[in-house]
């Protein structure tokens, strides 16, 4: 009797087997089969739409996954400068890849040795930083002048005298190289050089060294193989990713607290037990004339710029969202932002509803026009109030100091999130 069970059992085990596996199959925008669900044609026939097996490129080096999600968007501090151009909001945004790091001099230095042998004099003289930021009348910063963009000991140092323009088209230059690059090694996405080893082997030899052989510009985006541009963060984007709130989420949406930073607390140490303990968390000014503090026992380590990762990053894995170097985003800048918004993927790409012929720039009433950029984040020669994700300053798209550098953004495809 008892093996009759046995018997039973493993027949009815068999047949559930059977009927999992004959289970149609549902096509995903990874796997779309080979028919059309709505035509029933036949994908990739010899006259027929093109639809090739498609798997997911790695991310772009250096960037980071932020998963998007909803946040109160605003300043949390006290506005001293009175300016109520950042007033709370709730807003939500796509999931998107941004830069680990800030770019750094070595990272321009690469771009503009390219732009001199690809390009005409006149651009690269164009894509030069100013490294007359560093000059100050009272103060002897020479050397900075001279050697922080070139000298090998600042080369992973945060790149700074740069324009928002001059940002944009650095984003330009990266996007078309590292898709060239990706194409002509076959990265798969276990980041291997394995070939684009879609379909048989012969086909994927054809396929990887067309793609190699390509124009980045001229490669199709249905080719699967191109990666969404680089491009600045939007403001809504950098201000969502500085304060990281992902590390105050628990079991339900409620989160636990804001954040005045991009860390929890209101102190600019390290509150954690360990020999870390008591630490600086950025690079900063902490008031008038101390911008490291004494010899010895220098607080935060650095009297201007400090190395790329010198201090923790925040719960997403980002380093200086705070500090170091203020860095551009894409918005352009007008004081009333928070009232005229889309609430989700928020953007001010021009004067919209808030159009600059309102502002009076004629005679010198006002600065606001379409050619103001927003950046944000706090320096070395900030004080803490300016490193809060929420505050907010302007300066012309063509203009560069020593205080404002960037990073790269870029969309996630094929997330629903």
């Not at 954040?259 to 360990?274: F, H, L």
């Not at 984040?377 to 907010?392: H, M």
Request: hydrophobic share 30%.
């Amino acid at each position: 009797m008892r093996s009759i069970g046995i018997r039973s059992l493993a027949l009815v085990l068999t047949v559930l087997a059977v009927a999992s596996s004959c289970k149609k199959k549902e096509p995903t925008s990874l796997k779309p089969g080979k028919t059309s669900s709505k035509t029933g044609l036949d994908y990739n026939g010899e006259d027929g739409f093109q639809v090739k097996q498609y798997k997911a490129l790695p991310a772009g080096p250096d960037l980071v996954f932020i998963e998007g999600g909803r946040f109160t968007m605003g300043s949390l501090e006290e506005d001293v400068m009175n300016t109520r151009d950042n007033l709370e909001r709730t807003v939500s945004i796509q999931s998107f890849y941004m830069d680990e790091s800030e770019v750094a001099n070595v990272h321009y230095l690469e771009y503009l040795d390219a732009v001199q042998r690809d390009s005409s004099e006149e651009f690269y003289r164009k894509a030069l930083p100013d490294t007359a930021v560093w000059y100050n009348p009272l103060s002897f910063n020479d050397s900075y002048v001279t050697m922080y963009l070139r000298h090998p000991g600042f080369r992973l140092y945060p790149v700074v005298g740069v324009t928002w323009v001059q940002a944009n088209d650095y984003c330009a230059w990266r996007s078309n190289v590292v898709n060239q690059s990706m194409a002509s090694q076959g990265t798969s996405i276990d980041g291997k050089k394995k070939g684009f080893s879609f379909g048989k082997k012969k086909e994927a030899d054809a396929q990887a060294e067309a793609v190699a052989s390509s124009d980045p510009a001229q490669l199709s985006v249905e080719s699967g193989y191109v990666l969404p541009p680089y491009r600045l963060p939007t403001e809504a984007e950098w201000e969502y990713a500085a304060k990281g709130m992902i590390g105050t989420q628990y079991a339900d949406e409620n989160q636990s607290n804001q954040r005045i930073y991009p860390w929890d607390g209101s102190t600019m140490r390290n509150s954690q037990r360990g020999r870390k303990q008591g630490q600086m968390l950025a690079n900063f000014k902490r008031g008038k004339g101390d911008y490291a503090g004494i010899a010895g026992r220098s607080n935060d380590g650095a009297i201007i710029t400090q190395e790329l990762r010198s201090y923790p990053a925040n719960d997403y894995g980002l380093y200086d969202m705070a500090g170091n170097v203020n860095e551009w985003v894409y918005d352009v800048y007008r004081p009333l932002s928070y009232m005229d918004f889309a609430d989700l993927n928020s953007l001010r790409r021009d004067g919209y509803q808030d159009e600059e012929k309102n502002y009076d720039t004629k005679n010198n009433n006002s600065l606001v026009s379409d050619r103001l950029r927003v950046y944000k984040g706090g320096s070395w020669s900030d004080v803490a109030y300016w490193l809060s994700p929420g505050t907010r300053r302007f300066m012309d798209q063509d203009s560069a100091t020593a205080t404002v550098g960037f990073r790269c953004a870029m969309i996630a495809t094929g997330r629903n999130k």
